[in-house]
């Protein structure tokens, strides 16, 4: 397979019916190891830093500029950390670094893994919605997250999250601008940038979640720090680009 088509070789567009994201707060070096020597964490309190898990209920994804038709639909679990990239320009970039993708389609996982890094695993994903309630599963995985729209801005906060308030937790919802990849043997990084509009996150309740993926990880302080819903988004990602990444662009000691 050419290596190149597997840095989003065009844009691809999509519409997101729901993203339901729990991100979790975590001592900065405790995960410093799960990222590439391009990127330093995205913290907050130079103390914490954040996995996010996004649940997305994805439709017509397709190259952008296609008839809507054509697109594929699916469900998207990721498991992301928030990071900063510095460019070659001096610029500081807030975004993504992917650790683990799955999806409930055999179509997705193949068009995923040949135009992405992500690499993508096919699982069962169910998601169920009752009134306010939403309860999202996978035998495969064994996960299972139960939440509540309560379309509430006044609902607390997670009990352990680092935040003050949801204004500060919003910073760390998620998705961010910017995905990155990073190739180490040839020190290049790929940079995807989405693009998205009437971006909302309204905060959930989070009745009950359990992630073996993040247990697997042994992280000794991990908490719950927020949980929002975006729904009803269009959504694009523009072409990567590359760039070769300098040792003067170091990371946060």
């Known amino acids: ?18 993203s339901v994201v729990l991100t ?25 830093a954040f996995i996010a898990v996004a649940m997305v209920q994805t ?16 469900f998207l679990i990721g498991y992301r950390v928030f990071v900063r990239y510095r460019s070659m320009t001096g610029k500081t970039l807030r975004g993504l670094y992917i650790l683990r993708s799955e999806t409930d389609k055999k179509k997705m996982q193949l068009l995923g893994n040949t135009f992405t890094h ?8 169910n998601w169920l919605e009752s009134g306010q309630t939403i309860e999202i599963n996978s035998k495969q995985s064994d996960f299972n997250v139960t939440v509540e729209n309560t379309h509430n801005e006044s609902i607390s906060l997670p009990d352990q ?21 990073y190739n ?17 996150p ?16 042994n992280l000794s302080e991990i908490r719950l ?19 070769l990444w300098k040792e003067e662009n170091s990371r946060e000691p």
């Open 118 to 125: 992500y690499n993508y695993n096919t699982i069962d994903i």
């Open 161 to 181: 999250s680092p935040f003050d308030n949801w204004k500060e937790a919003r910073r760390f919802a998620g998705p961010l601008p910017f995905t990155f990849t």
């Open 59 to 74: 439709k017509q994804l397709r190259p952008k500029g296609f008839p809507r038709i054509l697109g594929n639909n699916f």
């Open 24 to 48: 979790f707060s975590v001592p900065k070096d405790q995960i410093i190891h799960l990222i590439p020597e391009c990127l330093e964490l995205d913290t907050y309190n130079e103390k914490y």
């Open 184 to 200: 180490q043997k040839n020190k290049k990084v790929l940079i995807i940038e989405g693009v998205r509009e009437n971006w909302k």
């Open 225 to 243: 720090a927020n949980a929002f819903i975006i729904e009803n988004i269009p959504y694009y990602w523009k072409k990567g680009k590359t760039e």
């Open 202 to 217: 309204t905060p959930l309740k989070v009745v009950k979640y359990n992630f073996p993926f993040l247990q697997k990880m």
């Open 1 to 18: 397979m050419l290596a190149f088509l597997k840095n989003h070789p065009f844009g691809v567009e999509a519409f997101f019916k729901n």
